[in-house]
């Protein structure tokens, strides 16, 4: 599926996803334009693994509006927590919002 570019809010969003996952670069470059994402020819490029599938989906979900990745896949998969948190921003980013994370009790709290 060739996406073309309605608004800056669905692209920039997946594209951030995309490019933030520490998936292939060169591989996601060939797919990644400057107006439009080809998709399925990304998802075709190569041998994913479950959790860069899951990545790669999330943001065509959040470039359509449509349901291939839902966040409670992306809640139930063992992802790693940079992914997991990835995936929350750029969804944020979607929305127009910003979100903060809160340190856990496995977080140290950051100090200036």
């Avoid at 979900?61 to 927590?81: M, P, V």
Wanted: proline residues 3%; contains cysteine.
């Amino acid at each position: 599926m060739l996406t073309s570019m309605t608004e800056a809010t669905e692209y920039l969003p997946a594209v951030y996803l995309l490019n933030m996952s520490h998936l292939d670069t060169d591989v996601v470059r060939k797919y990644v334009h400057d107006r439009w994402i080809d998709f399925d020819g990304l998802l075709a490029a190569r041998g994913w693994s479950t959790t860069e599938e899951l990545v790669i989906r999330a943001a065509q979900s959040i470039w359509s509006g449509k349901r291939e990745c839902g966040i409670g896949e992306a809640c139930l998969e063992r992802l790693s927590d940079h992914h997991f948190r990835t995936i929350l921003e750029a969804m944020a980013m979607r929305r127009n919002m910003q979100i903060t994370f809160l340190p856990t009790t496995e977080e140290p709290a950051q100090t200036s």
